[in-house]
C-alpha cells in the first residue's frame, strides 16, 4: 500500500463527519477513494461532486466497493447504522475502520468484535482524540508520578446544535463523554471497574435531556476517575479536549487541553516518544499503517469497547440512582447479543467467549 499502490476506499455516510472523512482520505498519503455511499444518494453525489473528479456513488457500500475493487470502508454513518453497516462489510471481506461510538449499544459492540474474529478482518474505531500529541505527553508524565490516586475532567461549553442533539435523554454522556472516558482508559493504562453518576438538566438548559453529569468510575488498582461536565455552561467554556488533573504519590500534572500538559512532581520527567499522529488523519495512518503490518493498532474494535460500555454504565447509573458495575454491563450485553444475533458465526464467537472482559482486554 505505497503511493505507488493505494489502500482503495469506500466512504460510507456522506453528512457533515462524512464529509471531513472525505477531505481527509483525499489529502492522506497512500490511500485513494473510490466510492461515496450514502443512503440517500443525491448527498453522496454531492459529496462527490464537491472533489472536482469523477467518484462513484451509491447506496449500497458493500455492492460500490465491489464495483470500483475497494478493499476497506471508511464507516462514518450515524451510530444506529454502525452495526448493519459494518457487519456487511467485514462479512463481504472488507476491513473497516469506523467512527466513535463503536456501534449504538454495547451488546452491538460486542456483535461486531465477534464479526471481526469470525471474518478475520481488522475492524478499528476512530476514537481519533487518543492521537492528540499532547495527550501523549501528559500520559507520560502520569507515568512518572508513581501511584495514581485520582484522574479528573471537566468539561463544561454551551454549543447549541440543534437538530437530534437537542432530544436526546443523555447527549453529553451519549454524545461526547465518550472521548474523555476513552481518553482517562488510555492515560491510566487501566479500566473501568463500576460507575456512579447524576445526570441532570439545569433549568435554563436548551436540551430536552441531561445536558449535565458528574461520574465518578473506579478504575483498576482502586484510582479514581472523575467526570464533571455541561453541555450548557455559558462563559469561561473549557477546551473542548477538556481539562485534566493526575494526581499521583510524586506529584500531579495538569492540562488545559490547548496547550502543553504541566509537571509538577519530585524530580524530572523522562523523555519519552509522543504520538506521530493526530485527529481523524492520524486514525486513517494508522488504520492502514496496521493493514500493511498485520499488528493489532490502537483502536481496534476489541480493546474500544469498554469505552462504550463506560458510557453505558453511566447512563444506567444515572437512571436508577445506584452504582453499576462494569462486569454487570458487560454479561447483560453478553447475554443480549448472544439472544438477538442472527449470523450463525458470529453467535458461535460469542459462545465461545470464556470472559467477556478477558476478551476484550487480551490484546491490551
Known sequence: MSLENPLRLVLVGAGSM???????????P????????DIHEPTAQAAADALGRPVPVGTDAVALASATGARAVVDATVPEAHHPVTTAALFAGLDVLGEKPVAETVAQALSLAAASEATGRLFMVSQSRRWNPQLFALRAMAEDLGSIGTLTTEF????????????????????????AFDSARFLLGAEPVSAYCEAYNPPWSWYAGAAAA??????????RYAYTGSWCSPGAETSWNGVWRVSGEKGSAR?????????DA?????????????????????FTDALRTGDPPMGEVHENVL???????????????????????????????????????????LASWPSVREVLTAAG
Open 307 to 349: 469505552s462504550l460500555a463506560m458510557v453505558e454504565a453511566a447512563v444506567r447509573s444515572a437512571d436508577t440512582g445506584e452504582r453499576v458495575r462494569l462486569d454487570d454491563v458487560l454479561a447483560a450485553a453478553h447475554a443480549e447479543a448472544l439472544r438477538t444475533e442472527t449470523h450463525p458465526d458470529v453467535r458461535d464467537a
Open 156 to 179: 463544561f461549553r454551551a454549543p447549541r446544535f440543534g437538530g437530534f442533539r437537542d432530544e436526546m435523554a443523555h447527549p453529553l454522556l451519549v454524545d461526547m463523554a465518550i472521548h
Open 30 to 37: 497512500g490511500v485513494e477513494l473510490v466510492g461515496i455511499a
Open 266 to 286: 519530585d524530580g524530572p520527567g523522562v523523555a519519552r516518544p509522543g504520538s506521530p499522529y493526530e485527529g481523524i488523519e492520524g486514525a486513517l495512518l494508522v
Open 18 to 28: 462524512g464529509r471531513a472523512w472525505r477531505d481527509t482520505i483525499e489529502a492522506a
Open 214 to 223: 458528574v461520574a465518578t468510575f473506579e478504575m483498576e488498582g482502586g484510582i
Open 255 to 263: 492540562w488545559d487541553g490547548d496547550h502543553d500538559p504541566v509537571l
